[in-house]
């Protein structure tokens, strides 16, 4: 899941478009939320955690 979100993350970012999108489920497009589930072919769901201001609370 890890090396799925980091790559899609880094496609994302090489073409000046976004990654993180808190209104949608997992934290990202729903686009990018099928891509990194067919690439780190796991089953189940993810959320990518946002960190708060501070750096250390979780949103």
């Known amino acids: 899941m890890r090396m ?5 993350g880094t496609e ?5 478009k976004g990654f993180c999108d808190a209104t949608q ?5 729903e686009a990018l939320y099928q ?3 067919n690439l780190s072919d796991a089953s189940g769901e993810f959320w990518v955690l946002q960190v708060g201001n501070d750096g250390y609370k979780v949103k």
């Open 4 to 8: 799925a979100i980091q790559i899609t």
């Open 12 to 16: 994302q970012y090489s073409e000046g």
């Open 25 to 29: 489920e997992g934290g990202v497009p």
């Open 35 to 37: 891509k990194i589930l």
